[in-house]
């Protein structure tokens, strides 16, 4: 993607949504997204800050800590399971098989790789009102399900987030095939998607290698039922 198309696709993106409080989201690297495979976005419920006037994609392309290793301060208990299982996706690995983020860095780059939404655009807290998100996406489901449409991906990961929707969304992927067995993770899945209701990555229920392994499994095996 050039640099003129990357910043008029950048541009579409944010002006699906106005406000003086808006912290806007969306594909991270342009480039590098377009070159992923698969296509994978995070959505999430909302920023958990008291600043606007900056962007999810920035945060995301500076994630490393550059005084320590690991993750920048106060992104590690939500974004460590993000990371892990993004690159895991990527490489094939499991939570036990790949590195990590404190022996080597590079890994956290594959945030670079995807795409991340919240469904609320605004500041938010440490404890998410539902009512409030909720009310959010009734609001502005127009221009978010726009927004997803425009990044197009392959694989959906639902952090906490998969109740917002509602059947609109889900019907523009089709006939979509269900397995809600395991309640830490519910699948829907179809040739050209697969759409994943976790937990929210820091939750308390699981742990995070639990978390990744989860998802990991459900990712390898709709590759293998789709392959042919």
Request: some cysteine.
């Amino acid at each position: 993607m050039t640099l003129e198309k990357f910043k008029l696709a950048e541009e579409a993106n944010d002006q699906l949504f106005e406000g003086d409080k808006v912290i806007y989201d969306g594909i991270v690297d342009f480039v590098q997204y377009s070159q992923s495979s698969p296509k994978i976005l995070w959505i999430l419920k909302e920023a958990n800050s008291e600043e606007h006037g900056w962007t999810m994609r920035d945060a995301l392309k500076n994630l490393k800590n550059i005084n320590k290793v690991g993750l920048t301060d106060g992104w590690a208990n939500t974004f460590t399971s993000i990371v892990y299982t993004t690159n895991g996706i990527f490489t094939g690995e499991d939570w036990d098989s790949m590195g990590n983020f404190y022996e080597d860095q590079s890994i956290i780059n594959v945030m670079e790789k995807v795409a991340y939404i919240n469904v609320k655009k605004i500041p938010g807290g440490s404890l998410a009102d539902w009512n409030l998100i909720k009310r959010y996406y009734s609001e502005n489901k127009i221009a978010l399900h726009e927004q997803i449409k425009m990044i197009n991906p392959e694989v959906i990961i639902f952090g906490g987030t998969y109740n917002f929707f509602d059947d609109d969304f889900f019907n523009s992927f089709g006939e979509l095939e269900e397995n809600v067995e395991n309640n830490s993770l519910h699948i829907y899945q179809n040739k050209n998607h697969l759409l994943l209701n976790a937990y929210h990555p820091n939750n308390r229920v699981i742990k995070h290698s639990t978390y990744c392994n989860l998802i990991l499994h459900a990712f390898k095996n709709w590759q293998l039922k789709y392959s042919n």
